[in-house]
């Protein structure tokens, strides 16, 4: 997993070889939000700064919004989550992502997490 980010807000980033980078939502943002009932993602083409909220998330708890991690468009969204957004519950580093971004800037993946220190935020949480 060395190769995906972290933000403080529960959002993964894996960048692609391609430049681009695919975004979901951490294993622990999932448990603490429960069963996910409904997803609103973003439109390709849309450009975002970073922090800005990207997509929208509800469950069965609470509601909530995926901020881009980087600034950047979006050029893929994860359609399949729209009429099964349990996708993101059974699988939220895999098939539970939410969209692909084509990154502005690569440097700002300087400011994002690695696992370890990701991990070490969650057991602080516990």
């Known amino acids: 997993m060395s190769d995906i980010k ?4 529960h ?8 430049g681009s980078a695919t975004v979901g939502i951490t294993g622990f943002a999932q448990e603490q ?5 409904f997803v609103q ?3 390709v083409g849309e450009r975002f ?8 998330i509800e469950s069965v708890k609470a509601a909530g919004e995926i901020k881009i991690p980087v600034s950047g468009t979006v050029v893929e969204v994860n359609a399949a989550l729209e009429d099964e957004p349990s996708r993101v519950n059974d699988a939220p580093l895999t098939d539970g992502w939410f ?8 440097g700002e993946l300087d ?14 949480l516990a």
């Open 6 to 9: 972290f933000t403080d807000s």
């Open 33 to 37: 939000l429960g069963d996910i009932v």
């Open 111 to 124: 400011a994002l997490m690695n696992e370890v220190a990701y991990q070490q935020l969650v057991g602080e």
């Open 11 to 18: 959002e993964w980033l894996r960048l692609s070889d391609d």
């Open 49 to 56: 700064a970073a922090g800005d909220e990207a997509a929208t």
């Open 99 to 106: 969209f692909r971004v084509k990154l502005d800037d690569a």
């Open 41 to 43: 993602l973003p439109k």
